[in-house]
């Protein structure tokens, strides 16, 4: 053990921790809204941000090129836009065929919620294989040629084109906070704090919190459970969306896969904080970022993944329910 490393520069494990924690909060947010009104995990959700991630890559192409630059964060501002709105559309898309193809012709007959479960694990892979088969696709259809920029070594890492160099903002405890650390931490909290707003005070999010609280009963008043749950399924795409153009912004690659480990520990956040709730999934986000920086730190980086679950664990058999622990249904303002 290192204890030692961390002590000395525990600022920095723990400004990491919080932009990573960001990241994960918003992948988590999916995988509540969808809990909370369906009592369901959507497991094909890492696949949406994975989607997300492409899309905000392939709008650096677009607009920039192949050629490899390094730009700073105020230079790359006007395509980042765009990438966010590009990347936000795409998971938000993926978000609606998932409902549409593998959940809504199993609730409509009332299948149990294993087999739900079973059509999310087939979906989850069934994306990813389809991105790492984009070049077959091409091919088929005779692009291949055109579209080669985007589907060239489909299974293999991908990188952005233009890799944005972070610029110390300011400095706290020797540890030099990055431009991209700040604007990850506050593009998280305001997303965080928009969505929570739409669920309390918005007709749509009546209506969601009315399905969640007791599907029956809102269907009788008059509640569309079918647009609802469309809308939840969209709400997590959009903000899935915006964590893989955060990611990208951070790390700038991906992969086919890239959206399994990342999924897993959306899920564990969405769990420590106590799914079905939204504060909980950023508050289990940063807390699970956070530890997991820590104990990378004092066990080595191999034992980052390990430290992460044991937490989990841990919170689990002191407070089942997770930290917060309130149904989406029961949320209040």
């Not at 564990?268 to 920086?293: C, D, F, K, Q, S």
Request: hydrophobic share 55%; charged share 15%; with cysteine.
């Amino acid at each position: 053990m290192h204890f030692d490393v961390l002590f000395n520069d525990f600022t920095a494990y723990t400004a990491g921790g919080l932009v990573y924690g960001a990241i994960y909060a918003l992948i988590a947010l999916g995988y509540t809204m969808v809990y909370g009104v369906l009592q369901l995990i959507n497991f094909a959700h890492s696949e949406v941000f994975m989607f997300g991630t492409y899309a905000m890559a392939w709008v650096f192409v677009l607009l920039h090129g192949t050629e490899q630059v390094q730009w700073g964060l105020g230079r790359a501002a006007p395509i980042l836009l765009v990438s966010l709105v590009a990347a936000m559309l795409v998971s938000g898309a993926v978000a609606l065929l998932l409902e549409r193809v593998a959940y809504r012709p199993l609730l409509k007959k009332g299948a149990p919620k294993l087999i739900c479960l079973i059509s999310a694990i087939g979906a989850s892979f069934a994306l990813s294989e389809a991105m790492g088969l984009r070049d077959r696709f091409a091919g088929w259809v005779g692009l291949d040629g055109k579209l080669d920029n985007y589907v060239s070594n489909a299974r293999n890492l991908y990188a952005n084109p233009v890799d944005i160099k972070p610029h110390t903002f300011f400095t706290v405890g020797g540890y030099h906070v990055s431009d991209i650390d700040v604007v990850i931490i506050v593009a998280a909290l305001l997303m965080m704090v928009a969505l929570v707003f739409f669920v309390d005070k918005t007709k749509f999010g009546r209506g969601i919190r009315a399905v969640a609280q007791d599907p029956e009963s809102a269907t009788l008043m008059g509640v569309n459970s079918t647009r609802v749950i469309q809308v939840t399924f969209l709400v997590g795409g959009l903000m899935a969306g915006a964590a893989a153009m955060l990611y990208m912004l951070k790390i700038g690659t991906t992969r086919p896969n890239i959206g399994f480990l990342f999924g897993v520990k959306a899920f564990t956040a969405a769990v420590m904080g106590g799914i079905g709730n939204l504060r909980g999934a950023l508050l289990g986000g940063l807390i699970l970022g956070v530890v997991e920086n820590w104990g990378s730190a004092v066990f080595g980086s191999d034992w980052k993944d390990v430290v992460s679950f044991v937490l989990l664990i841990l919170i689990l058999l002191v407070r089942p329910s997770g930290i917060l622990g309130e149904a989406l249904g029961k949320a209040r303002a």
